[in-house]
Structure formats: C-alpha cells, structure tokens
C-alpha cells in the first residue's frame, strides 16, 4: 500500500513563520527521505488572500528547491490513489523543469476525501476602523495549510482511503508547536 507522509518544509521549526505542510502520497518502497516521490498534496495561498488544492504529481524531494522532512502517518489503500493517466494536464513549459505536474482538480477518491475539508479562506481581517467583520479586542483564527491538513485527515480515514500507522501518535506530527 502506498505510504502517506506528512511533509514539513525547512530543516526544523520556524521561529518566526509556520513552516508549510503537505501529503505526500509515495510512488512506492521505502526511500531515504532525500528521494522521496509521488504525489505532493497541499493547499497553496495565504492567510490573506486564502487557499487553493494542488496536487503536485511526480513530485520528487530531489528536485524542490526547498527541503521537506517527512513523518510517516500511514497508509493508502491502492484504490484510493489510482488515477486515469490520460485525464491528466499536460505539464506549463515552467512545471517541466521540475518533472513534475501542478494539477488543482482532485483526481482521486483519497483527494476527493481530504477536499471534503475545503481550503481555508481569507482569515487574516483588515485591523482599520469601519471594519464590520472586526471584533473588538477579537484576536484572528489564521487558518492555513496546517489547519486543512489537520481538518482534511479524518475524512480520509472515515472513507476508509487511509489508514493511520498504529505506532504513530499523529496528534504529537500535527501539533503546530512541534512543526
């Protein structure tokens, strides 16, 4: 069955900034972490101008500029994650330099799953008198690529499309302070 990896970009925690979050559904195996492959899941945007899906398919560690660590979650049941290749956009002149396919329609039944979350919206208001949707002294929820990934993870488990790793204490990985 294919593994499904959380992956956390940067060497280690930002002090500063959340680091960004993805899924990374593997081609298959058991790579080191340098050559993982597969299909790279994750929202893309900003607290302020809010998120959009991507799959990133034929994503390889190798060729992203920035590194990712990944922590094993769990599993894929294999039909979960088959995907009709012919459907598939054909690769912007910019995306073939990477190898690998930016796509923002879900394909399979596992992405379908986690879109069950949809990808945050606009979450950072503006602070400026006049604003209706501030509330004095309220302090913004930011929602972002971690929230959806923390959101989008049990639909994918109550479909039945992933199966967590018994070992593995998954609220210890999506604890935002551990990123």
């Keep these: 069955m294919p593994a499904i990896y959380l992956m956390k970009q940067g060497y280690g925690p930002n002090p500063l900034f ?36 991507e799959a990133k398919r ?32 054909m690769p912007e002149p910019d995306e073939s330099e990477h190898g690998w396919i930016l796509d923002p329609t879900p394909r399979t039944e596992l992405e379908k799953a986690l879109l069950r979350a949809p990808p945050p919206q606009p979450s950072l208001r503006s602070a400026s008198v006049g604003n209706p949707s501030v509330i004095r002294g309220a302090r913004a929820r930011l929602q972002d690529c971690q929230e959806w990934i923390r959101m989008a993870l049990p639909y994918a488990v109550e479909a039945g499309h992933l199966e967590i ?13 551990n990123q």
């Design 18 to 53: 959340n680091n960004h979050w993805g899924l990374l559904v593997s081609a298959g195996g058991t790579p080191s972490a340098k050559d993982l492959a597969g299909t790279f899941l994750h929202v893309h945007g900003s607290v302020a101008a809010g998120f959009a899906f």
């Design 58 to 89: 034929g994503w390889t560690q190798i060729t992203c500029e920035d590194p990712y660590r990944p922590f094993l979650i769990g599993e894929a049941t294999p039909s979960s994650v088959s995907i009709d290749t012919s459907d598939l956009p």
């Design 165 to 177: 790793t018994e070992d593995i204490d998954v609220e210890e990985v999506l604890n935002v302070k």
